[in-house]
């Protein structure tokens, strides 16, 4: 069986300004015939306990993805962008 691992999903809506941050799901093998993927809340809580990992890592591990990769990424490879990490502009950020 290949490693169990955590998947957040964004979906930036233009015409709103909202940047929707998903629940999380656990991606293993073992979901083969679910599209490898399940947001089961006992099965996150059973990825959890058995990764030793709290909400609070989870929303620390979050942010860090958000504002410290892909943010970080984007305003460095578009430098053309009136935005930044300070300024973001009028995109809510919402997390479900």
Same mark, same amino acid.
């Given at each position: 069986m290949g490693v169990d691992s955590l998947r957040y999903?964004?979906?930036y809506?233009?015409?709103s300004d909202?940047?929707?941050?998903?629940h999380p799901e656990v991606v293993s093998?073992?979901?083969r015939n679910n599209d490898y993927s399940t947001n089961d809340p006992k099965?996150?809580?059973k990825f959890m306990e058995k $990764? $030793?990992?709290t909400e609070e890592d989870l929303?620390?591990?979050?942010d860090y993805f958000l504002y410290e990769k892909v943010l970080t990424d984007w305003?460095? $490879?578009n430098p053309k962008s009136h935005f930044s990490l300070d300024d973001l502009g009028k995109v809510e950020i919402v997390k479900e």
């Open positions: 999903t964004s979906i809506y233009l015409e909202k940047l929707i941050i998903k093998e073992k979901y099965e996150i809580a $990764h $030793h990992l929303a620390k591990y979050q305003f460095e $490879h």
